[in-house]
């Protein structure tokens, strides 16, 4: 810090802090992974959204400001549409590599099977060939599932709010469904509303689950685990991924953190192990974060020189966000979105 103030620097590269370094004269300020919502500081005050405060401080002194996403959040899509900011679109992968092939798995119909288990077979199977090639698969879960609500085995139905239009958080002492925007509660029905079922019950897992299940069907294969858990020595997260890249793993189970930035040429299968936890968020941006985060995740496949394939697991198959992510279509989910939005008077 006191190095960047006695002008030592030309280039500074930090988190979300270093949009405050005490830097003269910027004239350029990079917001990578413009969308993210860890740019956002709630405690302690005082609270700022770094992607904000750069465009402020670049205002103030004249530097260009440059938001890089492959999903931009629909806030600054949005300007970008209205010419506040300029747009420039870059249509081709790094080294014109291909986009990985899509394929969303319905555990709706692999539950009527009677197969009621955290992986698919076919998951199970694209899994098993990765190993026998000596290929890598990274297995993603959403950590932030932890935020209980009920599903419908049978449809896929869950508990929403009328009014807010987001996932109802299910309070399992008092028996409700409760809103946690304008707190909107009602008993927690015994049968599904939609289809009539008696499969509907609380839905939450977590990335402990999902390494005992890969352990259960593969007892040989090499597996990392990394959360808030494993990685909370200094440097476990570095320590981690040297080792995946290295080869010494086969399969790597991860919460947000393997879904960005990392680049794993060995990669060829990434399994989405649910959507639903992401698509259910109690918050009106549930459905731009599952689709920036199916899209993200989806991006880590196929960076080598052999193909990529995405699996994604979901009771929800039909979902605008999945759909789109499936499909690589920024464009159409930001239509639906957008409208959405304008109908409920949500951001922007």
């Known amino acids: 810090w006191q190095r960047i103030g006695r002008g030592e620097a030309d280039v500074v590269v930090g988190a979300r802090s270093a949009v405050f370094a005490p830097l003269d004269g910027v004239g350029l300020i990079v917001v990578d992974e413009e969308h993210e919502g860890s740019y956002k500081q709630d405690q302690p005050a005082p609270r700022y959204h770094a992607r904000d405060v750069a465009i402020a401080r670049a205002r103030a002194s004249g530097a260009t400001v440059l938001l890089g996403s492959a999903t931009p959040s629909v806030e600054t899509y949005w300007r970008a549409e209205r010419g ?43 899994m098993e060939e990765r190993l026998t090639r000596k290929e890598q698969t ?6 932030r599932g932890f935020a209980m609500f009920l599903l419908c085995r049978d449809c896929g139905y869950s508990t929403r709010c009328p009014h807010c239009e987001v996932a109802l958080t299910y309070h399992q002492r008092a028996a409700k469904v409760i809103c946690h925007h304008c707190s ?30 890969v352990q259960k069907c593969f007892p040989s294969a090499r597996v990392l685990r990394m959360d ?5 020595r200094k440097d476990a997260h570095l320590r981690m991924l040297r080792q995946f890249r290295s080869g010494e793993a086969d399969i790597l189970i991860g919460t947000q953190m393997v879904a960005k930035g990392l ?9 989405v192990v649910s959507a639903d936890t992401a698509l ?9 974060r599952a689709f920036q985060l199916l899209t993200q995740v989806a991006g880590r496949a196929g960076r080598g020189r052999k193909p990529g394939s995405v699996l994604i ?20 989910f930001y239509r639906r979105e957008i409208a959405f939005r304008e109908e409920l008077s949500y951001p922007p």
Not at 228 to 232: F, G, K, P
Not at 263 to 271: A, E, K, N, R, Y
Not at 313 to 332: C, L
């Open 84 to 126: 506040e900011y300029g747009l420039i679109a870059l249509r081709e992968r790094a080294l014109s590599r291909p986009l990985p092939a899509v394929e969303v798995i319905d555990l709706r119909e692999v539950w009527k099977q009677g197969q009621p288990r955290l992986f698919s077979p076919r998951l199970v199977d694209a």
């Open 138 to 143: 990274i297995l993603f879960l959403n950590r």
């Open 184 to 213: 909107h509660e009602v008993p927690a029905p015994d049968a599904c509303p939609s289809c009539g079922g008696q499969r509907i019950r609380p839905f939450g897992i977590g990335t402990e689950r999902v390494q005992e299940e």
């Open 228 to 232: 808030r858990d494993t990685t909370a």
């Open 263 to 271: 680049d794993f040429p060995g990669v060829t299968l990434v399994g």
């Open 280 to 288: 259910n968020l109690p918050d009106f941006r549930a459905s731009e």
């Open 313 to 332: 697991q979901t009771f929800n198959p039909e979902h605008e966000s999945v759909v789109a992510a499936a499909a690589h279509d920024y464009e159409t």
